[in-house]
């Protein structure tokens, strides 16, 4: 196509044409076939546009069963390192969305960086396309139906969260849409993350799940098992495999930014497509009363209307605030637990790049494990499944009655789904 024709297309959804002309040391422009990434009912004509990577060294690694991924789920802090110094000055005066991103094989470290503008107009292409939709996979419907376990008899002791009691039960139905879509990332008696497929090979979980702030290091601790019914290396514990990452994507600002947490969301890019089996959710970035509509408990009539929001997630047995079944018995470690509450939605604050308040609150029971699994719905626009929000921390663990809106959770915000727009086009 000649750049003539290219420029009018992209002006046309709202693209910044980036162009290779003025490359520094260290720098390349990455290629991204437009019509390629999102088909031809899409993008009816042949065009790219190109995106900056800027080679930041070596990355620094931490061990299988490292600290950064053994300290999920943990109470706010502002944490940045001296060294971020250099990269934060690099960030100022561009309006443009910044990404850090790593190639786990070689260890080769970018600064990602694309206009706000053409971020914006690939989320629309994706949302052409119907990424945002999900997809429910091709494993058969035969799959168990599902059902939970009577703990009755132990409720009564369990400290969990919301209120200082824990209501979540071991659930059974792993292997159903869109349960068999969330997975468990890396994982041990005090350690994992959990994390959820959108997109064929793509991962959506928290940033501290990937990167240490304290320790300025990448985890390796990160085999995603979706899925998984407990701790057997087999068909049996992992009906769709386990699977490495190897890329990992943070937003920049979660290493500079004094207000790190409002940007602790990533993505992983597997070396399988366990979603062609399993399915994916979708993702929807959704206003504040449309999220409190969907997610609150509303009376009305006998029953209630809302209260369609829920976590599942798989939690680390050997913390004081898991689940008391899987911390009296540590084989059950590698079960997803979800609480049969709603989320309900406490508040929202802290304002990112998109103007959108970046974080909210919520009162279902979480704990260490659950970090990176999805606040999410089943019945977006009546039958989708889609995830709403990314949780990230606590401000307690057992909890005290009274506290109940204990949990934070990371928005869906527009500029969470221009991250999973480039990186699913990028790496499809």
Same mark, same amino acid.
């Given at each position: 196509?000649?750049?003539?024709?290219?420029?009018?297309?992209?002006?046309?959804?709202?693209?910044?044409?980036?162009?290779?002309?003025?490359?520094?040391?260290?720098?390349?422009?990455?290629?991204?076939?437009?019509?390629?990434?999102?088909?031809?009912?899409?993008?009816?004509?042949?065009?790219?546009?190109?995106?900056?990577?800027?080679?930041?060294?070596?990355?620094?690694?931490?061990?299988?069963?490292?600290?950064?991924?053994?300290?999920?789920?943990?109470?706010?802090?502002?944490?940045?390192?001296?060294?971020?110094?250099?990269?934060? =000055?690099?960030?100022?005066?561009?309006?443009?969305?910044?990404?850090?991103?790593?190639?786990?094989?070689?260890?080769?470290?970018?600064?990602?960086?694309?206009?706000?503008?053409?971020?914006?107009?690939?989320?629309?292409?994706?949302?052409?396309?119907?990424?945002?939709?999900?997809?429910? $996979?091709?494993?058969?419907?035969?799959?168990?139906?599902?059902?939970?376990?009577?703990?009755?008899?132990?409720?009564?002791?369990?400290?969990?969260?919301?209120?200082?009691?824990?209501?979540?039960?071991?659930?059974?139905?792993?292997?159903?849409?869109?349960?068999? =879509?969330?997975?468990?990332?890396?994982?041990?008696?005090?350690?994992?993350?959990?994390? &959820?497929?959108?997109?064929?090979?793509?991962?959506?979980?928290?940033?501290?799940?990937?990167?240490?702030?304290?320790?300025?290091?990448?985890?390796?601790?990160?085999?995603?098992?979706? $899925?998984?019914?407990?701790?057997?290396?087999?068909?049996?514990?992992?009906?769709?495999?386990?699977?490495?990452?190897?890329?990992?994507?943070?937003?920049?600002?979660?290493?500079?930014?004094?207000?790190?947490?409002?940007?602790?969301?990533?993505?992983?890019?597997?070396?399988?497509?366990?979603?062609?089996? &399993?399915?994916?959710?979708?993702?929807?970035?959704?206003?504040?009363?449309?999220?409190?509509?969907?997610?609150?408990?509303?009376?009305?009539?006998?029953?209630?209307? $809302?209260?369609?929001?829920?976590?599942?997630?798989?939690?680390?047995?050997?913390?004081?605030?898991?689940?008391?079944?899987?911390?009296?018995?540590?084989?059950?470690?590698?079960?997803?637990?979800?609480?049969?509450?709603?989320?309900?939605?406490?508040?929202?604050?802290?304002?990112?790049?998109? $103007?959108?308040?970046?974080?909210?609150?919520?009162?279902?029971?979480?704990?260490?494990?659950?970090?990176?699994?999805?606040?999410?719905?089943?019945?977006?626009?009546?039958? &989708?499944?889609?995830?709403?929000?990314?949780?990230?921390?606590?401000?307690?663990?057992?909890?005290?009655?009274?506290?109940?809106?204990?949990?934070?959770?990371?928005?869906?915000?527009?500029?969470?789904?221009?991250?999973?727009?480039?990186?699913?086009?990028?790496?499809?």
């Amino acid at each position: 196509m000649k750049t003539r024709s290219m420029l009018v297309l992209c002006a046309a959804l709202g693209l910044s044409l980036n162009t290779v002309s003025a490359a520094e040391p260290g720098t390349q422009f990455r290629p991204l076939d437009l019509q390629a990434a999102f088909g031809s009912d899409v993008v009816s004509e042949k065009s790219s546009l190109s995106v900056r990577w800027d080679y930041l060294g070596k990355a620094r690694f931490h061990g299988v069963e490292g600290p950064a991924s053994g300290d999920p789920l943990g109470a706010e802090s502002s944490v940045k390192s001296g060294a971020e110094d250099g990269l934060a =000055a690099a960030l100022k005066g561009t309006d443009a969305r910044h990404w850090i991103a790593v190639n786990v094989s070689t260890g080769d470290e970018y600064l990602v960086e694309l206009p706000t503008d053409t971020a914006a107009g690939l989320r629309r292409l994706a949302a052409k396309a119907g990424w945002e939709q999900g997809n429910a $996979g091709v494993a058969s419907a035969s799959d168990p139906a599902g059902k939970t376990d009577d703990l009755s008899s132990i409720e009564a002791d369990a400290k969990g969260w919301s209120n200082g009691v824990d209501t979540r039960t071991r659930r059974f139905d792993n292997t159903t849409y869109p349960y068999r =879509a969330m997975g468990q990332l890396g994982g041990g008696l005090n350690s994992g993350c959990s994390g &959820t497929l959108v997109g064929r090979r793509h991962v959506l979980t928290a940033a501290h799940c990937l990167y240490n702030q304290e320790d300025d290091v990448w985890t390796l601790g990160g085999l995603f098992r979706p $899925g998984r019914e407990g701790t057997c290396n087999n068909a049996s514990c992992e009906p769709y495999g386990e699977f490495s990452g190897v890329w990992y994507f943070t937003p920049a600002q979660w290493r500079t930014s004094d207000n790190a947490w409002n940007y602790d969301y990533g993505l992983v890019v597997l070396n399988g497509s366990p979603g062609n089996q &399993t399915g994916w959710l979708g993702y929807v970035a959704v206003a504040q009363s449309t999220l409190e509509d969907q997610c609150d408990k509303v009376p009305f009539g006998p029953g209630f209307l $809302g209260g369609e929001c829920s976590n599942r997630g798989y939690p680390a047995c050997g913390f004081p605030e898991a689940p008391l079944e899987c911390r009296l018995n540590n084989n059950l470690q590698g079960w997803a637990y979800q609480d049969p509450n709603a989320c309900e939605i406490g508040s929202f604050g802290s304002a990112g790049n998109d $103007g959108w308040a970046a974080r909210f609150t919520t009162n279902c029971d979480i704990s260490r494990g659950h970090s990176g699994s999805s606040v999410f719905t089943e019945t977006w626009g009546g039958s &989708t499944s889609a995830v709403l929000g990314i949780v990230s921390t606590h401000s307690c663990t057992t909890c005290s009655p009274g506290e109940v809106y204990v949990n934070g959770i990371r928005r869906v915000t527009p500029e969470v789904l221009d991250m999973i727009s480039y990186f699913k086009a990028e790496m499809p």
